[in-house]
C-alpha cells in the first residue's frame, strides 16, 4: 500500500475511502476486529450519508483493506479517537499506541501525519518519541499535524471541500504533506506550523460552544424575563454586525463538548471565556431537567392528577441519530430517574429501537402526552399539529422556526 490509516472510526473511515477513490492503496487499520471484518465486507459499522458505496467500492476495486496491524507504505496517517481521562485531561495514549505501531515501519522520507484532534505539541512528543526509537531517522521523516473539520452527516462533502490547515514540524514536512492532500482535497490547503494547527483545531470547537453558551446564557435569562429569546435572537441578528447562535438543551457530540477542555486543562489561568462557556453549557441541561420536574409538579396542583410527559428527541442535535455525549439523553435519563409514577414516552424518530430507552413514534407522544418536552430540533417536530391543552417545554425552538 501506499498509505497507512490507523483508525477506522467517524474521520479514519471516509477519509481512507477518499484517498482510495483516487486510486491509491490504502491498508486501514482498527484495533477492532469486527470493523476490519465488516470494511473488508465492504460494509461500514457507522452511519455516514454516502459512506457506504465510497467504502463499497474502495473494497471492490482493491484499494481499500482492512487489517488489525499496519504494513510498510510511504506515508502514515494518524487517525484515532483522544478522549479524556480523569478530570477532563486529554488522553493521547491511542495516538502514541499508534504511533509506536507504525514506528518499526519507517524509512528515510516518509510522511507520518496526525490528524486526530490533540492538545498542543502532540506533533511534537510523537516526533521525540519516534527519533529516540529510530535516532537513524532523526530529521529524514517528514511529520506533520493537520486536523478535520467535517460536520457528521455532511462529511463525504466536507472532506472534499472544506479548507484545510496544515502544520509541519518543519517547512520540508508542511510542503511534503500539502502535496499529499492535494491530490485528494478541492479546499484550500493553508500553511503553518505543527502547534498552530493543533491550537486551530481546539479553537474552532472552542469558539462554536463559546458562541453557543452566549445563547444558552440569553435564555436563561429572558426565561426570568419573560422574553421569547427566539424573537429576540431573530431581532438582535437583524444588525448587520451581530449573528447569536441558538440556544438548546445543552452542548453535545464528541467535539464541541470536548475539544476545549484540551485547552482549559494545559492553560488553566488564561482560559477563563472558554472554561466558563463549557459550565453553562452544561448547565443549560442540568436546568432543562429541573424545568420538566417544576412543570409536572405545577401540572398536578392545576389539574388534581399527575401528568404524562413526552420527551421529544434523544440523539446530540437535529436529524442525526448519533446519541453520544447528548445533552437530550442526559436529560432524558435524569427525569427517568426523578419519576414518581407518571407515565412517560420517549420519542426519537431517527431511532428504531434502544436498549435502555422504549421509544414512542412522536405523533403518539404528542397526542398522549399532558406535558411535551422539545430537547431536539428534529424536522419531524415542526409539523406536529399540538392540541391547545399541552403544556409544552420547547428547550430548542422547534416550534419558533
Ligand atoms: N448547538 C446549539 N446551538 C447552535 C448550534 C449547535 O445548541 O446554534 C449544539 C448542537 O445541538 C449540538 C452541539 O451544539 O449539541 C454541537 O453541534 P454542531 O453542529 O455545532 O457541531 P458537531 O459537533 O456536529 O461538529 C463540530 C463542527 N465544528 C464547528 O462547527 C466549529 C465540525 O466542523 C467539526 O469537524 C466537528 O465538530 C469535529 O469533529 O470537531
Avoid at 499508534?98 to 501525519?113: F, G, M, Q, R, S
Avoid at 462533502?157 to 492532500?181: C, M, P, W
Avoid at 484540551?262 to 488564561?270: A, G, L, N, T
Avoid at 471565556?273 to 424545568?291: H, M, P, Q, T
Amino acid at each position: 500500500p501506499e498509505v497507512v490509516m490507523m483508525g477506522l472510526g467517524y474521520i479514519g473511515l471516509p477519509t481512507a475511502a477518499l484517498i482510495a477513490q483516487n486510486n491509491t492503496h490504502v491498508h486501514g487499520v482498527d484495533i477492532n476486529p469486527k470493523v476490519v471484518e465488516t470494511i473488508n465486507a465492504g460494509k461500514i459499522h457507522i452511519i455516514e450519508p454516502e459512506l457506504d458505496l465510497a467504502v463499497a467500492n474502495a473494497v471492490k476495486g482493491g484499494f481499500l483493506k482492512a487489517a488489525i496491524s499496519p504494513k510498510k507504505a510511504n506515508t502514515y496517517l494518524i487517525v484515532v479517537p483522544t478522549p479524556f481521562k480523569g478530570k477532563n485531561e486529554p488522553d493521547i495514549s491511542f495516538v502514541e499506541a499508534a504511533t509506536k505501531a507504525v514506528l518499526p515501519l519507517l524509512k528515510e522520507n516518509d510522511l507520518y501525519i496526525i490528524e486526530s484532534t490533540s492538545p498542543v505539541g502532540t506533533t511534537e512528543k510523537m516526533m521525540g518519541l519516534i527519533y529516540s526509537q529510530r535516532p537513524e531517522l532523526e530529521g529524514k521523516l517528514f511529520i506533520a499535524y493537520c486536523p478535520e473539520r467535517v460536520l457528521p452527516g455532511n462529511v463525504m462533502y466536507e472532506l472534499v471541500h472544506n479548507d484545510r490547515v496544515i502544520g509541519g514540524v518543519n517547512q520540508a514536512s508542511t510542503e511534503k504533506a500539502v502535496a499529499f492532500y492535494k491530490r485528494f482535497i478541492k479546499g484550500e490547503l493553508h500553511k503553518t506550523n505543527a502547534r498552530t494547527a493543533e491550537m486551530c483545531k481546539l479553537v474552532e470547537n472552542s469558539s462554536r460552544d463559546v458562541q453557543i453558551a452566549f445563547a444558552n446564557e440569553l435564555s436563561l435569562i429572558c426565561d426570568k424575563a419573560d422574553i421569547n429569546v427566539w424573537e429576540l435572537i431573530a431581532l438582535a441578528n437583524k444588525h448587520p454586525r451581530v449573528n447569536i447562535l441558538q440556544p438548546g438543551c445543552g452542548v453535545g457530540g464528541h467535539c464541541i463538548a470536548v475539544d476545549p477542555y484540551f485547552i482549559v486543562s494545559d492553560y488553566p489561568m488564561e482560559s477563563q471565556i472558554i472554561g466558563k462557556a463549557r459550565e453553562i453549557n452544561n448547565y443549560k441541561s442540568f436546568w432543562c431537567a429541573e424545568k420538566v420536574q417544576t412543570a409536572k409538579l405545577q401540572f398536578e396542583i392545576q389539574h388534581g392528577r399527575k401528568p404524562s410527559i413526552a420527551i421529544m428527541g434523544l440523539a446530540f442535535k437535529p436529524n442525526i441519530d448519533d446519541l453520544r455525549e447528548s445533552p437530550a439523553k442526559y436529560i432524558a435519563q435524569k427525569v427517568l430517574q426523578n419519576a414518581n409514577n407518571e407515565e412517560y414516552f420517549i420519542v426519537e424518530p431517527n431511532i428504531h429501537e434502544h436498549k435502555v430507552f422504549k421509544l414512542t413514534p412522536y405523533q403518539d407522544a404528542a397526542e398522549k402526552g399532558d406535558i411535551i418536552v422539545f430537547l431536539v430540533a428534529h424536522k419531524e417536530f415542526k409539523t406536529l399539529k399540538l392540541k391547545k391543552d399541552k403544556m409544552v417545554l420547547d428547550f430548542c425552538g422547534v416550534l419558533n422556526d
